[in-house]
């Protein structure tokens, strides 16, 4: 993935094109730009939607959002104005758009911001796992992770791997044994210390309301709930676009916060059903 030296720091990106021409010619497709959420790297969107995009046509843009090595860590901290930026300056940089934007979690909030300060770089978006805010109990938990990343102590990797399933898997998912015990497994073996960059994004802002702020958005918006989300409850995306003027809802069942991989062909058929028509 080739470095972009933009709004001041450096983003690892990826645009892949219209496959099915065989070109990745700039313009040869509408742009589509995934932000991933907190903690992951870009490349976790090549597993299911980014193939799933390129073969209905549209040009792929993931990247590393700063936190994520090789972009530029920020180990003293960031701001999501600071993450909404650097995505609006790589949709200049890239010269395509407006584009469609869609993220999860974290990324979700990203592209919340970005609709509201740029929407003249935002065709449509999408929220996977959105939100205006927190529940107590996802302050309290972040909290506490603050303090787990500040005591150095690390969790057995059995342990840490059964309670990243538990937070982020539905127990539809769970319930299958080969489905568990391949979850369990890639959790346990992928696990480890947090990055100085990834300690960061978890330390961001996590008392904030913008149920208010967001009822200026104008720009076409869906917001895609998982029903069995524990991280980001789905009763929060749905007030999400509630709050946003004409944004529409969907809520997929038997899915975790990590929904889009546990169910890429619901996730796939919604984005493509509502990027349908925008060329």
Known sequence: MP???????SLNYQVKGDKAKGTDTKGAAPLVVLIMGTGSPGRVWELHQVPALVAAGYRVCTFDNRG?????????????????????????YLDEGPALVAGTSMGARVAQELAL????????????????RLDQFQKTLSLGEHELDASGVRLPAKYDAAVTAVMNLSPATM?????????LDLFEFTGGPASPGIRAQRRMDHDFDRLQAYRAIKVPCLSIGFADDRMIP???????????PD???????????YGYLERPEAVNKILLDFFAGSR
Do not use: C
Request: hydrophobic fraction near 45%; glycine fraction near 6%.
């Open 175 to 183: 319930a299958d044994p080969n489905s568990a015990r391949d979850w």
């Open 117 to 132: 300060a740029r929407p003249d770089l935002v065709r449509k978006a999408v929220f996977m796992a959105g939100h205006a």
């Open 247 to 257: 944004a529409r809802y969907q809520e997929i069942p038997d899915a975790g916060h």
């Open 68 to 92: 994520i090595a090789p972009s530029y860590e920020a180990p003293d901290g960031m701001t999501i104005d600071e993450l909404a930026a650097d995505t609006a300056a790589l949709i200049e």
């Open 3 to 9: 470095l972009a030296t933009v709004n001041g720091i």
């Open 234 to 244: 789905a009763y929060l995306t749905r007030e999400l676009a509630e709050v946003i």
